[in-house]
């Protein structure tokens, strides 16, 4: 095993992006750090954490989800997991709908091949993480970066596909100030829905993709319409219909990151006013809000080993 000192970086990812629920996801550069390197013999791990957000990520090995992830990963590739010296910087909101708990199910995968030198194919990489999050929207992005597209499969792998983002649309991301838990908003989504509204999901997502891939931006707001998922979360996020329904110039459409409560823009200019107008609609609710205007991730995860003469934590 390298016992040499890494590190892990693993981009936030927004999936969705109105009407492609489960289907799609985008990495983003807001950004999960793990330093991390081998104890020595008979230690137990230890964990700091630091970042802008660090609050939430628990130091407990048997709570915090990167830890469960390696070991979990490492006993079914059929290795041995040291103890573990880890730095864990953090700038993703947790419960934002910024896919911070894929970028950690991310994180804890690659720390199994961060110590062996391993690399896993994607189909197992993906059999690893999806033992911990059923879905491959945020996943996808989070290890490989950019635009994906997914499909599942009654038997293997989900089939992926990387697409082509447009360089000349921007995103803009408004964060409340409360989180949601995304168990629970996908536990109030109905069972099923009528054909009327299968078959206007399945034209509202090729209409999506067809505007972005042959620059028709301004089919975007009809395309980012949605009625699976956002008209039974908007009552938990208040603002979000004034959002959905916001006009602005330089401003294509908006949506619901993920499940919540962050809500995402699309936009070619004015970027400052139109995050300045989403959170007007917030505060209106009594909730204040972080803007980020990160660009689009088209690396995703990495792993870098550290030169010897640099810290596992920084000043």
Known sequence: MAERKFEIRVPA????LGPGFDTMGLAVGIYLEVRGQIQPDASP???SVAGSRPDGIPLDPAENLICRVARHTAARAYVNLPPLDLHIINDIPLGSGLGSSAAA?????SLVEAVTGMEFAQSELLRHAMAFEDY?????????????TSCGRANGAPILFHRAFPTDIRLIFVTPDFALPTERMREILPASIPRAEAIFQMQHVMMFVGALEHQRYELLREAMRDHLHQPFRAPFVPGLMEILDLEHDGLWATALSGAGPSALALASRNLEAIAVAMQERF??????SVVY???IDVVGRTIRYLRPSEELRPA
Do not use: M
């Open 283 to 288: 505060a209106a609710h009594g909730h204040r």
């Open 13 to 16: 990812s927004t999936a969705n």
């Open 136 to 148: 491959t929207d945020n996943l996808a992005p989070a290890r490989y970066g950019g635009w994906i």
């Open 105 to 109: 199910i991310i994180a804890g995968v």
């Open 293 to 295: 205007l990160p660009d």
């Open 45 to 47: 791990w230890n964990i």
